[in-house]
Each structure stands twice: as C-alpha cells, then as structure tokens.
C-alpha cells in the first residue's frame, strides 16, 4: 500500500531521492529549526577560524525532517566534500575503514541510520573519531599483525531516526547533538512556496496554507505531495494549483485535513470497534489490520500520538477521546460508569 504520507516509504532512513532543486544549499536556505542552525552557525564559523574540522555532530528526529539536507548543507558551508554511508550497509570493518582512510582534510562523512550499524563495525569508529586513527588486524593466525593508521582529521555526521539504540560510547563522541523537531504549518507553507517556484508551478497563497496543515509538520510529506498535486492540476486545472484544487486532489490522496490517511484512520477504528476502544496488545493490533509490528510501531504509532489519537499503556493501545471523534462513534462507557 502507497502512503503519501509515510514519511519513510522505503524504510531507509533520510537516504531516499530528492529532487536536487528542491534541497537547501545553505544555512540561509533551510527553513525552520532556528535554534539548531543559529548554533550550527557559531560552530562552523569558529572551525573554519582556527582552520581544523568541525566537531563530529548528531543529527536525531523522525524521518523525513531534513537530517541528510543537513549534512550536505555542513560540507557546503565547511567548503568540503560530503562522503555517504548507511548504517546497515556497512557489514565488515575493512568497508568503514576503506571510506575512513579516503577521506581528505576536514572532510565531512555521513552515515544514515547510524544506529543500525553493526557493533564490530562501530568499534572501528572510536578512535577513528577521537584519535583519528584507525587499527588494522593484518594476517590471519599466529603471523597477524595490529598496525595503526594514522587518518586525516574529519567531521562524522551520523543520523537516526531512533537515538535512545546508539550506545553511549558512540553517542559520547559526538561532540554537537542537534535534536530536529516537526515543523510547523508557516515554516511548511515557506517550503512548499520555495519548492513551487524552483518547479516553477503556479501555487495560490491559499493553497499553499490548505496543504500546510496537512503534511504532518514533515518536509519531505509536504514536496512529496506538492508533487501528485502538480500532477492533478497539469491535468485538470491548466497547471494552476488553487484551493479546490489542493481539496481535491488530497481527497483522492485519502489524506484528510489533520493529515490522516486511510491506515492511520483504519487502526483507530480497528482499536475502537473491534477491541472496544482498547487497551489491545500490538501483536493483536498487527494481525487485525495484516502489518508488521515494527511498522505500526515506527511508521503509524507516532504521529497517532503525537497527535493525541492514540496512546501507548502497560497494557496496550489504547483510543483515545480524540481518537473515538476520528473514527465518528461514540465511545463506551468504562467500568464505574465512566467515559474513556
């Protein structure tokens, strides 16, 4: 099933294709996350005046915030290249410890999902990251040899959509945390105009503001939907994306005004009217709508939270007053007489 507001379709972290015309380059071009950048800025400034690398930095938040725009926007600014990894991807040391030893002065190497990498693997980057230097085990046996390579001085940026899995000697090493939260309707509305005019698609104001409130607090939801909008208005409207339009095209879509798609709406009514509003194991949820657990737990759970839908208890998911208004019906009532 498509969801186009899954804010991580192919379950590959910050990695997925976007648009180049749609990426910020600079600090200046990236909207929302002030605090973040305003920092960011000081220590970029102050590294590129004593001439070293930055700091190694931890990029953390749901998916699709920005974390990998981030790190291109990192090396553009240091005036170095950007060198990519993925966690998962980096089985066997000698893989982390080809990249590390290609790396020039200051350079910037970021690796995705930094929190599924395999431990053997992570061991490699501690003193990659403290000491710059790497040990390599030579030979096989009793002839094998521990030599020491020395590296250049480089600035790791890891991202994770799951900080609280990274062990604490690695998240120790980092020496920037940068914590990137949702955003809010007016910064999306500065995103989805920017992304418009680089598409060069005519957008109404208003429209503009209709799709805002409806991507999430999530960038990539919102370009990923400016996007089949465009679709619909080259068809129907001439190119000319206007309120009706947007209202349309979404509802085709099935994505409704707070954002909600037809599986968010369908585990509220599966908790609601098959379980009674809950509480309901998540092994009992996952058979009842046919998904994974770690899906429902990574991919629906958290929005439906966050905003006040659902929640998580000792004993169970569990729908919220919230939550029973979505699916439309009424709620039952509680032992003692009382409403959930």
Sequence with gaps: MTRFVDPNPDGEGE?????PALRPVRLDDYVGQDRIKDNLRVYIRAALQRGEALDHVLLSGPPGLGKTSMAHILAEELGVELRMASGPTLERGGDLAAILNGLGPRE???????????RAVEEILYPAMEDFQIDLIL????GAQSVRLPLQRFTLVGATTRSGLLTAPLRA????????DFYTPAELKKILLRSAERLALDIEDAAADELAGRCRGTPRIANRLLRRIRDFAQVETGGRIDVA?????LERLEVDARGLDAMDRRILEVIALKFDGGPVGLSNLSAAIGEETDTIEEVYEPFLIREGLL?????????????WKVVGVEPPPAKGGLFR
Excluded: K, W, Y
């Design 15 to 19: 990695t997925e294709a976007l648009d």
């Design 108 to 118: 910037v190497l970021f690796i995705d999902e930094i929190h599924r990498m395999n």
């Design 139 to 142: 030979g096989q046996g009793p």
């Design 173 to 180: 090493r980092f020496g920037i945390h940068c914590a990137l």
């Design 245 to 249: 339009l947007t209202r349309r095209a």
């Design 311 to 323: 929640q998580r208890t000792p004993q169970g998911r569990v729908v919220t007053s919230g939550g």
